[in-house]
């Protein structure tokens, strides 16, 4: 009875196992084209040399910024939008030089009216998710007499059509950014068609990451 048991049990387990690994939760990674079209599929993360791909069941998509739209990754939860940021150089001047324009992925931190992204930079642009970028890094440690890969967070900002803005970062500067005033006037003006929202920021001393980001949410979540 026990040896039919056992027979009956394992084919179930191997059955649950495999229902586990197809599970449609893996399968809500998505991308977004251009022509806004969205694929389906899982996303995969070479640890070897870096970069990002989204695997269908006939074929694979690397994840270029400058090539679709958006992707959203279903293990972290997070939207990623492909953005062009700010630079040192004003736009006009840029395209008079012919200089192309190079799109990056942006997390999105808050969705809504208004929209908060976030952007990590490094010292040497090596993020060290990979094995390649980890030596590289190294070299360059090594090479510089010792000056770490220090990580740096920027945040930008847009409502409806405006164009992309840097709001917050903790770096001695960024690209496109304004001063520490005109950047608070920039949150004060999107804010200011809530009432409710605008009297809390107008008391709020603060402008971390952490008192946008929850003046950003309350104002997307807000009716009024």
Same mark, same amino acid.
């Given at each position: 009875m026990m040896h039919i048991k056992s027979l009956i049990v394992f084919p179930l387990l191997i059955?649950?196992? +495999?229902?586990?690994?197809? +599970? =449609?939760? &893996?399968?809500? +990674?998505?991308?977004?084209?251009?022509?806004?079209?969205?694929i389906y599929g899982r996303i995969k993360v070479n640890y070897l040399i870096g970069g990002v791909k989204l695997i269908t069941a006939d074929t694979s998509y690397k994840l270029d910024p400058n090539t679709y739209t958006a992707y959203y990754n279903a293990?972290?939860?997070?939207?990623?939008? +492909?953005?062009?940021? =700010?630079?040192?150089? =004003?736009?006009?001047?840029?395209?008079?030089?012919?200089? =192309?324009?190079?799109?990056?992925?942006? &997390?999105?931190?808050?969705d809504g009216k208004i929209k908060l992204y976030e952007h990590k930079s490094y010292t040497f642009g090596k993020q060290m998710d990979n094995v390649l970028d980890v030596t590289s890094a190294i070299s360059s440690i090594v090479v510089t007499g010792g000056i770490p890969n220090a990580e740096y967070t920027s945040w930008y900002i847009e409502k409806d059509s405006s164009e992309l803005a840097s709001i917050k970062y903790n770096n001695v500067v960024s690209a496109g950014s304004k001063t520490r005033k005109e950047r608070k006037a920039l949150l004060k003006d999107m804010l200011a068609d809530n009432d409710k929202v605008s009297q809390n920021y107008d008391q709020t001393k603060s402008f971390t990451f952490k008192a946008i980001e929850k003046l950003v949410h309350d104002y997307n979540n807000s009716k009024s």
């Open positions: 059955l649950g196992i +495999s229902a586990r690994a197809d +599970s =449609p939760v &893996k399968e809500k +990674s998505y991308l977004v084209t251009k022509a806004n079209d969205t293990k972290n939860k997070m939207l990623y939008r +492909s953005k062009v940021l =700010p630079g040192f150089m =004003p736009k006009d001047l840029a395209k008079k030089m012919s200089i =192309p324009e190079k799109a990056s992925w942006l &997390k999105c931190i808050e």
